[in-house]
C-alpha cells in the first residue's frame, strides 16, 4: 500500500467513523456513501447549507487534510443530502500557492473518490477574458489550459485509486475531460431557471498575483475564456480515478485589462470583489446546483 493511499483510507475511515456515529445518535441510516461531491471555489461556501441532515466535519479534524488559509474557504466537509441524492459538499479548497503540494491539492479529490463518489462538480471563482461573458456570469467550463507547470498525476501511478473499469492507468485521456452529458444538464437547467450560462475554456495559472495584462493578451490567443489558479488538477485526479466532472465558473471580475462594454478603462483587482460576487449571485448558483445534484445522479 503506498503512502498516498494509505493516508487516503485514513481519511476515509475517519469520515466513515464519524458519520456513523452522527448518524446513529440522530436515528439515521448508519451507512452513508455519497453519490455526488461538489467542491466549492471562493465566495461560494455558502451553497452547504442547503444539505439536508448534515454532518459537518471541519478538515482539522480529517487525518492528513489539508487545510484552507485563503478569505472564502471555510474549510469543512459536509455530508448530506440534496433532492435526497447523498453528498459530500467540501466548504472551500487549499491551492499551489499556499504552500502546499499537488499531492496535498489533489488528497481531498481522492478521499471523495474513496468514499464513493462517481460524479463531482468542481467551481472556481475566475476572471473573465471573453469580454462577452459579463461579470456575475455562470459558466460551464468545456475544458480547460494547465498552464501552472505541473500536473498532479506525476510521480508514482497507483491504480487502486480506480473508480470505474479502465480507470487508473498511467497515461488517461482528457479529451471529454469535462462530462458533456453533465454540461447539457447544466445548459437546460439554467435555460428553465432563466440563468445567464454559457460555456467556456478555462486556463489555470499558479498564482497567487493577478495575471498581467500581456499575459491575458496571450491567454485569450490561447483560446482561454476564463482565467483562475484552481481546479486542473483536481479534474485531472478526478479523471485518473474514472470520476465524471462537471466544472463551474463564477465571473468575478474581468481579468487585467479587459474592458467591459461600455467602461473607458479596465477595473483594479481586489480579492474582496470575488467574495461580493459569490453572494450576489448566491441565490441564483444555489438554486441552479439544488436542481442539478439529482440529475447528475441519475445520469451517470
Do not use: W
Request: glycine share 12%.
Amino acid at each position: 500500500m503506498s503512502d498516498l493511499f494509505g493516508r487516503a483510507q485514513e481519511a476515509v475511515e475517519a469520515i466513515r467513523d464519524r458519520v456513523r456515529g452522527e448518524s446513529l445518535r440522530l436515528g439515521l441510516q448508519a451507512e452513508f456513501v455519497p453519490r455526488v461531491g461538489i467542491i466549492l471555489g471562493s465566495g461560494l461556501g455558502a451553497f452547504a447549507a442547503q444539505v439536508v441532515d448534515a454532518v459537518t466535519i471541519p478538515y482539522a479534524e480529517i487525518p492528513h487534510f489539508p487545510q484552507s488559509t485563503v478569505v472564502g474557504h471555510s474549510g469543512k466537509l459536509v455530508l448530506g443530502t440534496i433532492g435526497g441524492v447523498a453528498v459530500a459538499v467540501m466548504q472551500g479548497r487549499v491551492h499551489a500557492y499556499e504552500g502546499y503540494s499537488l499531492e496535498q491539492v489533489t488528497f481531498p479529490t481522492r478521499v471523495l473518490g474513496l468514499l464513493g463518489c462517481r460524479t463531482l462538480i468542481v467551481t472556481n471563482a475566475a476572471g473573465g477574458i471573453r469580454a462577452s461573458i459579463p461579470q456575475g456570469s455562470l459558466v460551464a467550463i468545456s475544458d480547460h489550459i494547465n498552464l501552472t507547470g505541473m500536473n498532479a498525476a506525476a510521480g508514482p501511478n497507483e491504480s487502486r485509486f480506480a473508480c470505474a473499469p479502465g480507470a487508473g492507468e498511467r497515461f488517461f485521456d482528457m479529451t471529454t475531460a469535462y462530462s458533456p452529458a453533465l454540461r447539457r444538464l447544466a445548459t437546460e437547467e439554467a435555460e428553465r431557471q432563466g440563468i445567464p450560462f454559457s460555456e467556456g475554456v478555462y486556463l489555470a495559472v499558479l498564482g497567487p498575483s493577478f495575471e498581467t495584462s500581456a499575459e491575458i493578451r496571450a491567454f485569450r490567443t490561447l483560446g482561454a475564456d476564463l482565467v483562475g489558479m484552481s481546479t486542473v488538477h483536481e479534474v485531472i485526479v478526478a479523471r485518473h480515478m474514472g470520476i465524471a466532472v462537471l466544472g463551474l465558473s463564477l465571473v468575478t471580475n474581468l481579468a487585467a485589462g479587459v474592458i467591459a462594454p461600455g467602461e473607458k478603462n479596465a477595473e483594479t483587482i481586489h480579492h474582496e470583489d470575488v467574495i461580493e460576487i459569490g453572494r450576489r449571485v448566491e441565490r441564483q448558483f444555489t438554486g441552479l446546483l439544488v436542481a442539478l445534484v439529482p440529475q447528475m445522479a441519475d445520469a451517470i
